[in-house]
T-cell receptor, first 115, second 118 residues
């Protein structure tokens, strides 16, 4: 079964700092990749997704992620974070034909941005 | 943009009691899911539902759990006899199979119901 790991449990940055959150997965086949964000007290929201094509994908709020197949990675980046980016970030991988058992979330990375 | 809505936002119940968590998926979506997130842990898959039947379920989804689509809009998760370890945030999700391939659409999540079992 596939698994997803996220490099950091908690990241603390100052505003305007650059962000990179690591995500690695273990699965040898074709995957769809996602980053979701969960702001305090709110639901999971899709930041960006990769299905196929350009491995550099751009999402909402200035986020982007790069799929590197050889490294089984899908790291999330933002050049300049804001206080409002404080949230929990989840990498997720869907392998196979459906979103059931094959849709696996990483453990999440909590981002705290200091004003 | 249409949203998945879940009620209640917070449910407190005593151990052994039955609870029903309610979800209204986006109206034209056909595939529905329940996930849960125990505090401090990752989001876990519980069950998927399509065409009025369970299509897949995880080991977590034992006989104490059931799902139902009682009418054209609601999608419910019932826990018959709650345990302390059922305390978690429960998320409902749905996908729109009409946007490209059935399995190339992102999941749309609701706000979640926080279940606290005392």
């Amino acid at each position: 079964a596939q698994s997803v790991s996220q490099h950091n449990h908690h990241v603390i940055l100052s505003e305007a700092a650059s962000l990179e959150l690591g995500c690695n997965y273990s699965y040898g086949g074709t995957v769809n990749l996602f980053w979701y964000v969960q702001y305090p007290g709110q639901h999971l929201q899709l930041l960006l997704k990769y299905f196929s094509g350009d491995p550099l994908v751009k999402g909402i709020k200035g986020f982007e992620a790069e799929f590197i197949k050889s490294k089984f990675s899908f790291n999330l980046r933002k050049p300049s974070v804001q206080w409002s980016d404080t949230a929990e970030y989840f990498c997720a991988v869907n392998a196979g034909d459906n979103y059931g058992q094959n849709f696996v979330f990483g453990p999440g990375t909590r981002l705290s941005v200091l004003p | 943009e249409p949203e998945v809505t879940q009620t209640p936002s917070h449910q407190v119940t005593q151990m052994g009691q039955e609870v029903i968590l309610r979800c209204v998926p986006i109206s034209n979506h056909l595939y529905f899911y329940w996930y849960r997130q125990i505090l401090g842990q990752k989001v876990e898959f519980l069950v998927s539902f399509y065409n009025n039947e369970i299509s897949e379920k995880s080991e977590i989804f034992d006989d104490q759990f059931s799902v139902e689509r009682p009418d054209g809009s609601n999608f419910t998760l019932k826990i018959r006899s709650t345990k302390l370890e059922d305390s978690a945030m429960y998320f409902c999700a749905s996908i729109d199979p009409n946007r490209g391939s059935s399995y190339n659409s992102p999941l749309h999540f609701g706000n979640g119901t926080r279940l606290t079992v005392t």
